[in-house]
């Protein structure tokens, strides 16, 4: 039986008191330089001899460049420790963040790969790379980058067995050693059903990150295909939609998904006629798209159009009816109807935001000159408005992806979530919040996951925001 | 102005009318009734008894017919069975023939709750006193606290400061309230973690904790320490959001003629931002607070259920989890209402503050 693991492990004594002095000496500075720019004047300009001017370097100077540097001092040490748990040898000596940061050794790995090749070839990417110019774009990106490598290499990184209950670590501590094996901890402690709550985090990421992308996408395909005529044609149609978007929007949500997201409601069939009313979007999205392009060379028209219809009536019949003949596509009943009600949800604001922008752009002149071409109304709705919305659509593209992130952990808060063995966050969060003052870890770790998730997705966007009005 | 707060009224009510009839058809899915039937009658019913029951308590009419009802636009229901009336409007069988004809939410019958045994008019307004103080203290600390982060990052476009308070608010924006909840809990509410043990350890707190980590005890009486947690919690969403729309709107009016010509003038730069600015900077916010409140009963829910606060949230989310149907279709009218309120609030309180909107 070996002991409980400290946070630190061995580099703990000298970077602890270390970090705790940076930190201290930081706040000073902040908190002077705040003082500082209440009170001091700007005017820091010197007259030389020579008729020029020279900036002086003022107390506002110095404490800047102080608190810089101390904030890069900071950095350095956090970075020592998770660096210090790859190479450090043993459990006990890497503590329970060296241990963690040697536990996601693939998600640094493809961190470290992805943002070599993108900083070096940043020109040549678009936007993309353009983000690149931004820091705090970049910290956005970094942060979900980290999320979506943690999805994508989670079997690699647990250390458990997510909804493995062992004997004896029910509501342990973090590094509390699990009996009878060697070198085997819960690097995060147990839950109140005694699992690892480390293991159960990094799922967690998995589901999250499987479900809200993904839900997004269809909103967004929803609101694009019925806000574009919308704003374009206007009259009866505008107001029709519109009407039944605000009524959408006028639900408060919670009840919404408390009358939606039952597990009697499933009986009824509604789940199932809202899911097949809500994905064929996507595909008549596709089909009017190439079939606006296409339509004077119907050779590769008919190639495109078919080639939609075959791939996406085929997912539609196993996703939204789970009849697919060949069994690829289904999807968990329930997890349907969390899915629907979550795209139900967001498809109406997408639709506003949408319809707001076509009203805006269909003033523009290279609007006319397609009408006067003689385009049709969808060609110059698809592939003359939609490529100039984009940078808006981008941008809130990024802040839905969290907002329904919020969402689904508001779901699994109420129970209602996909399953209650389901390792996702809001769920996990609503399982620890009621021993929350006396066990905190099993709810602040799947809180702190997705709060900095949702903050990643923020920052990206308004890293993107930024950067795609230079333009 | 008339004819335009007149059409948005009418709108509205077509609304209010659309999503209540939503509500009453999801809350009576067949599901949903015969989960009811079993309750109120026995679990243990056949197909064929929770059939007749239905048929014997009213439930056997249309759905129409039924919301009319329930909205007092139709006459109840009555059934006259071994020379016993019963019926929707009739309290007891003593009394059936002077029992109105209508009752209805127009009527202000709200019918009765299952859970709680009591009429869902008397738990409502219950439980939204209990919410209206709790919406009260979020108001009190969100609006001035946005406003000024919002207005002190605007002033200044850019400068650190700027960067500081938005980078904050988009942090706060970025944590919903079961998150924020937890993680003040934890902080400020928990024996074991934050900064509770260290407090009593050093002798400053006698009680173990420094907060109360439920708010139940507020339902007798509020105070700092069982109330300030859940308003922190629900305010701290709300502020990331108003404090960036302040902030926009803020920057736009920042950079309009009129103040630069009162700079060049030589009034101070406090004097601008007080006096010509903030007027115009805050027509926006406005609105966008009033769109809030919406929100905030999102997060009244979230927070009344990790609080254990008896308010209206809690309420709805019982009703919802218990299949009690009148209680959650009163809910939803209140909710819908508040909603409904708000908006045209936002909208009519937008016309009269710009005066460059003018409507037919």
Redesign the interface.
Known sequence: MSDLLTWTGAAGPVLNPLLLALVALLLLAWVLQFMLSLFASGDTAVVLADGTLAARRGPADLLGMAARWLLLGVLAVVLAYLVLGLVLPGKPAKGIIGAMSAQFWPVWLALIVTFAVSLRFKRKLGLYGKLFDSPVGMVGFGIVLFWIFTAIFADIIITHDPLAQLSGLKNKVPGTPVPGEDNSYYLLGGDSLARDVFSRMVMGARRVLAIAPAATAFAFMVGITLGLPAGYFGGRLDTFLSFIANLVLAFPVILLFYLLVTPEIRVTGIPIILAAALFIFPVIFFCVLWNSRYFTDPKKRNIYVGLTLVIGLWAYSGLAFNADPLGVWSMDPNLLNVFVSVVFVNAPTVFRIVRGIVLDLKARDYVAAGQTRGEGPWYIMLWEILPNARGPLIVDFCLRIGYTTILLGTLGFFGLGVSPESPDWGSTIDDGRRLLSVFPHPAIVPALALMSLVLGLNLLADGLREESLKD | MLKFVLRRSL?MLL?AL??TFI?FF??N????LE?LAKSEASARMSDDEVASWLEKNGFGQPLLVRYGEWLGVLPGWTVTENGETRGRCIASPASAADAPAFCGVLQGDWGTSTVFKDSVGSILSRSLGATAWLMLWVMIVMVPTSLLLGVLSGMREG???DRVL??VA??S????E??SG??L??IF??????LSPLLFEWGLISSK?LFL?TATSAMDGITFWNFALPVLTIALYGIGYIARMTRASMTEVMVQQYIRTARLKGVSFRQVVIRHALRNALIAPFTVIMLQF?WL??GV??VE??FNYKGF?WT??QA?GNNDIEL?LG??VV??FV??VT?LMSDIGYVFLNPRIRLA
């Open positions: 709108v609304t659309c999503l509500v999801m809350t899915l067949a599901p949903n989960k400068s650190k400061l938005s980078t988009i942090a924006t970025a944590t919903p079961y998150v937890v993680i809990v934890v509410a928990s024996a074991t973690a934050g904790t980590g919406p009963l999102n829910v979230i259920t990790l949230g709805l989310v919802a959650l809910c939803s909710a819908v909603v409904l908006q």
